[in-house]
């Protein structure tokens, strides 16, 4: 008999679409996630973190597939709309915090895009922002077509080439200047925003007595791959810091690369995570994990191709 695998599904946004600000942000509305969750709960067993890290180290024998769920980004949706649900089936999830954003009260860049996208359009968002980056002075980068296509399988090309420049190809800094402007034109106090969209410490810690478990997702949501050395150990140092200060007391500690695709991080990168005792780490990479794999590079599937 085969050993049964385990089947990593992940989630970002999920909203009550009755409720939701931002109806041209990519979601999945909270009755969809309801019945996923359901029609997963019926095809597998549904995994804890311990469960699943003994069943890739050979030492649980399931007899059903297993299933873990995922969410990353920490988000207040999380907290409100999927925690009450996950709790009232009994269902463990892996929550991934951007620490940076919860403590410092910033909105990482990645999500100004999303949020700009949403409120402007993404054609209007696109124009407004080649206006801005060409009147600085700033050069827009050739497109690795085929790098975008992978790393954003779900938008279209027009879309995944925007998003593929924005996070991977730009200056950081440079973007992050221009795309600063542009989100306070749009929606004023960046801390109200971040307070309103991500979860508070305290919220975090409720989620924890539910039974979930907390990780972590860096404290910038970088590439941590595009860092220098001394940059990324900066980075997860802090992140790990402040998790070990604001949280319960966990055993033990997920994490889930900013990205996720094999060349966002570093056998470097991963060193470190090992040295900071995160005991695994989750990447964007499609696919079914089973004993034997490698923790730190653990494969997942997205929310649409978990039905």
Sequence with gaps: MDQPTLTVVMYHYVRDASRNPFPGLKSMDLDAFNRQVSELRSRYEMATLESALA?????????????????DDGVKDHYQD?????????????????????????????????????SLGFDEWRRRFFDRAQASGLAMPTVDWAAASRTYAWDTPEVAAFKYAFNFQMPPAARDQLVDELFAEEFGDEVAFARQLYVSWEEARQMQIDGMIL??????????????????????????????????????????????????????????????????????EVGRNQAGADCFALQRVDCKQAA
Excluded: W
């Design 55 to 71: 069943l890739l180290e050979g030492k649980y024998q399931a007899r059903r597939p297993l299933c873990l769920l995922t969410f």
């Design 82 to 118: 999927v925690t009450p649900v996950l709790a009232e089936r009994g269902i463990q999830g892996l929550f991934f915090l951007v620490t940076g954003c919860i403590e410092e009260g910033a909105v990482a860049a990645v999500h100004k895009n999303h949020f700009l996208s949403a």
């Design 215 to 284: 990780g972590g997702h860096t404290h910038r949501h970088h590439p941590l791959a595009s860092l220098t050395g001394p940059q990324m150990k900066s980075d997860l140092d802090e992140c790990r810091r402040i998790l070990d200060l604001r949280l319960r007391p966990q055993f033990q500690t997920p994490f889930s690369y900013p990205y996720g695709k094999r060349d966002s991080f570093t056998a470097e990168a991963v060193h470190r995570l090992h040295e900071l005792g995160f005991c695994c780490a989750f990447s964007t």
